[in-house]
C-alpha cells in the first residue's frame, strides 16, 4: 500500500480505526475515529478522555474542533 502523500491521506488511512487526539489544553482522547472534515474536525466513536495514563470518563460519540488538536496519533 502506498504511502500517504497528504495530511488528510492519512487521516483516511486511520478512519474506523483508534486513533490518539491531545489538544492545547493537555487534555488526550482516544476513541475510533470515524470522520473529520478540512479544518481537522474531529469525531470520534467510544472516546474516553484520559488524564496521566488513566480514563478520566467515558464520552461515547465526541466532536473535537480542529483548532483545539495538536496531534493526532494511531493508538
Sequence with gaps: MAEPSRPLDALNKARDKRVIVELKNNKT???KLKSFDIHINVVLEDAE?????EVKRKLGVVFIRGDTITVISPE
Design 29 to 31: 482522547y482516544i476513541g
Design 49 to 53: 478522555e484520559h488524564i496521566d495514563n
